[in-house]
């Protein structure tokens, strides 16, 4: 009787170091050469309407304001609600002096204060806000923060379509949803500017090589609980609808500097005033704190760390390169150019991050008790 020596069991080859330097297997992408309007739009797109503050914020005496790199002063006063911009040497003045002045439209909605930052005639402020926030039957109510990072970060974090299956997975918003594992999706205009992520596949678990089916099974989460649509459109802000519940989230990053921007955060809900008021109290005792605090701080500590280009890319991103695409195309707005304040500006290094550093609490007791 003969027998057969069992094959030999293939075996990868140990990586020399485990910190493989970029570039080293693939080029990727070194520029953002392929959008040159994006690339250049480090203070934002001008020809657009900005939330800046909420309208509380500003009395009888003047507010300072940084928005797409202009500084202004926000005054209420006899005349009215004003923007004025204070200029350097170098530019037109209205004045005797070397200083110039420049009023911008202003225009107050939704207890907020919105600037349009361009030279020429404004269309009304309700051309950038959603119509569905303007209705008379809708509450709508939120948090407004300064943050860290390029504006173009946090717009590309939002609507990017793979972050939220490892980022988020452990989140205490996400407890009772059992998350994708991986999807295809692709892009599409749906009206009034946006453009929707649209799912063609979507898979809560696979088979892996050498590890089995993952993610296991928890009992207290279900597929498709919480199913979101999720879309963005210009200058900077992205929505996302809850079908089944009735209600919108709503984002904005509003370039101030080119390494910091203003996060406003809304939800939305229409109906009665007993379902306004309902909803008004789910979101103060609920929604502000754990989803528009801990969910949304999830995403602040990554944009506070994105750097690119360079950037090497993959399939989910088509997410990201149709934004891109969409601010290219636009033709109402206009990169902001640098202004003096910030001409010396040049994209920094990324700064090394602490896998820990400032993790949410809720991701430190799941960690602790192993889920």
């Known amino acids: 009787m003969t027998t057969e020596a069992p094959a030999e069991t293939p075996t990868r080859a140990k ?3 485990r910190n493989i330097p970029f570039g080293a297997h693939s080029t990727g992408r070194r520029d953002w050469a392929t959008w040159p309007k994006y690339e250049a739009a480090a203070l934002g797109l001008r020809n657009y309407w900005y939330p800046v503050t909420w309208s509380r914020k500003v009395g009888t005496s003047p507010v300072p304001a940084l928005i797409c790199g202009e500084r202004l002063s926000l005054i209420r006063d006899g005349e009215g609600l004003r923007a004025v911009r204070v200029g350097v040497e170098g530019e ?9 002045y420049r009023t911008y439209p202003v225009a107050e909605r939704l207890g907020l204060i919105w600037v349009y930052v361009a030279d020429n005639d404004p269309p009304p402020v309700e051309t950038d806000i959603p119509s569905e926030i303007l209705a008379s039957d809708a509450i709508t109510v939120g948090r407004l923060t300064h943050r860290h990072g390029n504006w173009r970060f946090g717009a590309e974090n939002g609507i990017d ?23 295809r999706h692709h892009m599409e205009p749906t009206g009034e500017g946006w453009i929707t992520r649209k799912p063609d596949e979507v898979h809560y678990d696979t088979e892996f090589p050498g590890l089995g089916s993952w993610p296991p099974k928890r009992f207290w989460r279900s597929q498709g609980r919480g199913v979101a649509v999720v879309s963005i459109r210009l200058p900077c802000f992205l929505r996302v609808a809850y079908p089944a519940a009735g ?19 809304l939800v939305s809900k229409r109906g009665s005033w007993f379902k306004r008021f309902r909803f008004r109290m789910f979101y103060r005792f609920w929604v502000r704190w754990v989803f528009h605090g801990m969910f949304n701080d999830e995403d602040r500590l990554m944009v506070d760390v994105m750097d690119a280009p360079p950037e090497r890319l993959y399939r989910p991103d088509i997410a990201i390169t149709e934004w891109r695409k969409l601010c290219e195309s636009d ?16 994209p920094s290094e990324s700064p090394t991050l602490d896998p820990r550093a400032e993790m949410p609490l809720t991701h430190k007791f799941r960690e602790l008790i192993g889920m």
């Open 15 to 17: 990586p020399a170091s």
């Open 331 to 346: 033709t109402r707005g206009i990169a902001q150019e640098l202004t003096p304040e910030f001409a010396g500006w040049k």
């Open 92 to 100: 037109s003045s209205e004045s005797s002096d070397s200083v110039s």
């Open 161 to 183: 379509e793979g972050h939220a299956k490892f980022l988020h997975r452990r989140s205490l918003w996400t407890l009772r949803r059992q998350m994708p594992t991986w999807t």
């Open 247 to 265: 209600w919108q989230h709503y984002e904005w990053w509003a370039p101030t500097d080119p390494d910091h921007h203003i996060y406003l955060q």
